[in-house]
């Protein structure tokens, strides 16, 4: 079984929802259910590969006592980088690891949804640091860490926010609109990922993969494109809409992306979660750090560096093979080309607002970020 896939997981989930459903209109807690259905889920999933339960249930331990110890040193020695340094480092090692492993051929430490679990774990620690997380209850963390619905594939929650849903009892009038929202949510991701998606890959694998024309590119871009939208976002919805049922108000992870009208606004549309992930805990942090040790002359030219760096890294995460990391390198850079243009040019600032330009900057955007799906496709390597 996996998870948002398949009629076995589908029947499971409609059915569990239903007590759900129940509690929630009758304005009882549902913390305690979440823990049910999600422990259902994981048991099903993980359960037939022993070693990814293990090393999941391993991962969560190390980082419950890891966020607890970190916290207790915060509170001790106060904002040391030192502690601080090393309790990230230990926080991503084990991801760090099975991405290296993984590019050598072979796995440690891999279990389905490390990197979004890695991901909420540094979160805590970071805020943690900065004082915001003054306290961390080690079972809500754990909940945290494990609520089935985003575990695999996102969208990624923040621990406060999460928080702040997990401890609320919802009003039947309010959870009514929940409830409302989450099913819409829940059939629109089943119908992006199982009709939109399942067509679009389907006329991929039958009518465009294995030509390597310059036409037939063009059209492995954009049939390719549309598929992930579809597979991905469908994916999300249906982890969101379910998360409403259950009482959480997961963050939405994509919002009509190919509307964007240049390459900043499509990441801030498109998996935003993670987009806003990075920029909060990597782009804003390296520029901070830059402004306070007068790293560059100019804050744009710190402000390019840090786009470029920020979308590498993004690369990276997503694997070590070629054509991630040059899918990081190719936004980075047109990311930190158009910081330059829009601040700097006169001819932006004066037609910005005029409806041919929208329409033209939307297009060549649109086809911009169609080429970046290309390269992170690795179909250009049958080419190259």
Not at 125 to 139: A, F, H, P, Q, S
């Amino acid at each position: 079984m996996s998870f948002f896939s398949g009629y076995e997981f589908f029947i499971y989930l409609f059915v569990l929802l239903i007590p759900a459903a129940v509690l929630g209109m009758r304005e009882k807690s549902l913390k305690w259910y979440r823990w049910v259905i999600s422990a259902f889920f994981i048991i099903r999933v993980y359960g037939p590969t022993p070693i990814q339960f293990l090393y999941l249930l391993g991962y969560v331990v190390f980082a419950t006592y890891l966020v607890k110890i970190y916290l207790f040193l915060r509170t001790k020695h106060g904002r040391n980088k030192y502690i601080y340094g090393h309790a990230v480092f230990l926080a991503l090692l084990p991801l760090a690891v099975y991405k290296i492993g993984v590019a050598e051929g072979f796995s440690l430490f891999g279990f389905l949804g490390i990197s979004y679990i890695c991901f909420r774990v540094i979160q805590v620690i970071i805020e943690t640091y900065d004082g915001v997380i003054c306290e961390i209850r080690e079972l809500q963390f754990v909940e945290f860490l494990l609520f089935f619905t985003s575990l695999s594939s996102g969208p990624i929650d923040r621990s406060r926010r999460f928080n702040e849903d997990d401890d609320k009892i919802w009003t039947r009038k309010e959870y009514t609109e929940l409830l409302s929202s989450g099913l819409y949510k829940l059939i629109l991701g089943i119908f992006y990922k199982v009709v939109c998606s399942g067509v679009l890959y389907y006329v991929l694998q039958t009518y465009i993969d294995g030509h390597y024309t310059p036409l037939y590119l063009v059209g492995y871009a954009y049939v390719y494109g549309f598929c992930l939208f579809f597979d991905f976002a469908g994916y999300c919805a249906m982890a969101v809409g379910t998360s409403y049922v259950l009482g959480i108000r997961m963050p939405d992870n994509f919002n009509k992306p190919f509307l964007s009208v240049d390459i900043k606004d499509f990441w801030n549309r498109w998996h935003i979660t993670l987009s806003s992930w990075f920029r909060d805990f990597i782009f804003t942090r390296f520029m901070i750090d830059s402004v306070r040790k007068k790293r560059f002359s100019s804050r744009l030219t710190g402000a390019a560096v840090g786009l470029i760096l920020n979308m590498f890294i993004m690369g990276v995460w997503h694997g070590l093979e070629g054509h991630y990391i040059a899918y990081g390198l190719y936004h980075g850079c047109i990311l930190a080309l158009v910081e330059i243009y829009q601040k700097k040019s006169g001819f932006y600032k004066r037609n910005r607002q005029k409806k041919w330009y929208v329409a033209g900057s939307w297009f060549i955007n649109l086809n911009v970020v169609m080429f970046g799906f290309l390269i992170f496709s690795g179909y250009l390597s049958n080419v190259l």
